[in-house]
């Protein structure tokens, strides 16, 4: 009760100040607690190649965090007007990502311009869709047949994809994974304004398939990966051993700016390759689908694009903005009821509803549709369904009895990853808990897990398997 108290205002605070104030105060490290922190470094990866069938560079985790936070000057877009200007406002945030970073092939350890970091504990994973060795790249979601172009029937690929963090928001990941075996989850996690987020997705397709199936995917960046491209894989035991080494194509970027500025807090852009274009520095061919800094909370009209013909614009959304130039921007689904979303996400969800969910532990799933129960009590435009469609301040958890991870689902997923890990460690195997019916205190707990609380919470049946240590 008290701590809903807490949140409450903490929210307010939020509301009027952006996140700067509740930082202060929850990002405070006890004093001593660096003395001892185990800084013995994280994995760079968990899967490559053998030896011969690849020899090349390697990906390097940057994990040397800032213990301070990085007091330079903000980048130029801090100063553009994001709703006016959006396009502007894009191309600078594009450019601030790709500076030092296209000529080097995104191995940031040689970019000359500035520092950029990795997430650590993205390497394990318990469904094998860890982080491999040739570019840092992990297994996402599956792409649906159809679901980026009319002539695309093929249903087994899916996307690869590596985030990056610039030196504001790597200061953050250092103060929770300050001791490298005791992360610090014990209170709200806030970004500091000025923090910069990236990713850069791409898609198992053939090369034969992305040119006959998706022709915006011409003239493609092609990476190589370690990666299990076939998708329908992904359900099975031990889906690593389908990896190989293979040749995946640049589709997609996401971009996310803590900016004081936005009623939020969070600032979230995306960016489609348009291969088409064809322009001479093929990273420019992946050009502004649109901007979004809130949910529009009051839209609860149910509609869906899965498998676009034409891009739908959404004229009654106040905090989306979509690219409308329809010889630029090829046909794409976006996100529920044409809220802001890439081409390989979920056309039911936004980038803004997965994201807000981002917290330890991870009680909330990312959409009720990802679990047929949770789905069943809060069907689309229902109260239930919108508590995802909510504008969540920055540093505010989704879930009242958890702690945010501040939009962050890289991070909420580090800790989620590393207690997975160190429960196989320990011997308390997963498959313990899914035939635990013996054992008192997880028969308690599975049964609090299955049952729903009212319509509108999500019911926590793939709640995460966490113990106590
Ligand atoms: C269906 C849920 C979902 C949607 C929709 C979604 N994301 Fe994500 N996103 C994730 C997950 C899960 C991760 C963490 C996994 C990963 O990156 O490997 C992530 C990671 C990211 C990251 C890396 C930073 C971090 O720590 O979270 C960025 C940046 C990002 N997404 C931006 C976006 C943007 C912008 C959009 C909309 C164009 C979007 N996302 C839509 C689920 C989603």
């Known amino acids: 009760m008290k701590k809903t108290l807490a949140i409450s205002a903490l929210c307010i605070l939020a509301i009027v100040n952006g996140c700067s104030k509740k930082q202060e105060k929850t990002q405070d490290t006890p004093p001593g607690a660096a003395a001892t922190a185990d800084k013995t470094p994280f994995p760079d990866f968990g ?29 130029e877009f801090f100063e553009t007007d994001y709703k006016k200007d959006w396009r502007k406002y894009l191309e600078q945030v594009q450019a601030y990502c790709f500076e030092g970073n296209t000529e080097v092939d995104f191995r940031v350890e040689y970019n000359k311009t500035r520092a950029w970091y990795h997430m650590p504990w993205q390497h394990f994973s318990l469904t094998g ?16 047949p159809f679901q980026l172009a009319p002539t695309q029937s093929s249903d087994s690929a899916g996307a690869v994809a590596v985030g990056f963090y610039n030196d504001v928001a790597g200061y953050t990941i250092g103060q929770v994974w300050k001791d490298h075996y005791a992360p610090d989850h014990s209170k709200d996690v806030a970004f500091k304004n000025g923090a910069v987020l990236f990713k850069l997705l791409f898609v198992t397709l053939t090369e034969k398939e992305a040119v006959s199936q998706v022709p915006w ?6 990476w190589d990966g370690y990666v299990v491209s076939n998708f329908k894989r992904m359900g099975e035991p031990d889906p690593a051993i389908y990896r190989h080494k293979t040749k995946v194509v640049l589709i997609q970027m996401d971009v996310m700016i803590r900016d004081d500025r936005a009623p939020t807090g969070w600032i979230l852009g995306n960016f489609q390759y348009n291969g088409k274009l064809n322009k001479p520095d093929s990273w420019q061919n992946l050009i502004p689908v649109g901007i979004m800094w809130g949910d529009d909370p009051q839209d609860s009209t149910n509609a869906s694009n899965p498998q676009p013909t034409k891009t739908i614009i959404n004229p009654n959304l106040k905090e989306t903005i979509i690219n409308p130039d329809a010889n630029e921007l090829p046909a794409t689904h976006l996100g529920w009821n044409s809220r802001l979303n890439g081409p390989v996400d979920n ?42 469609f909510r504008n969540l301040p920055c540093g505010t958890p989704f879930s009242s009895d958890a702690h ?15 207690y997975d890990w160190k429960a196989k460690q320990a011997g308390l195997f997963y498959d313990a808990y899914k035939s635990s019916e013996q054992r008192p205190m997880m028969k308690a707990a599975r049964e609090e897990a299955e049952m729903p609380e009212e319509a509108a919470q999500p019911v926590r049946k793939v709640q995460p398997i966490t113990f106590p240590y």
């Open 217 to 222: 995917l011409a003239n493609g960046i092609w």
């Open 129 to 144: 869709s860890g982080r491999e060795g040739i570019h840092g790249l992990t297994q996402e979601a599956p792409v649906q």
């Open 47 to 75: 899967y490559l190649p053998p030896p011969n069938e690849y020899s090349g560079p390697v990906f390097k985790l940057s994990q040397d965090y800032p213990d301070a936070v990085p007091n330079g000057p903000l980048p």
């Open 404 to 418: 945010s991870m501040d939009f962050s689902l890289q991070l909420a997923m580090s800790l989620q990853n590393f």
């Open 347 to 388: 056309p039911m969800s936004s980038c803004f509803s997965c994201h807000s969910t981002a917290e330890y532990p991870q009680y909330a799933l990312m959409s009720p549709l990802f679990n047929e129960d949770t789905a069943k009590v809060n069907p689309p435009g229902s109260a239930g369904w919108m508590r995802w």
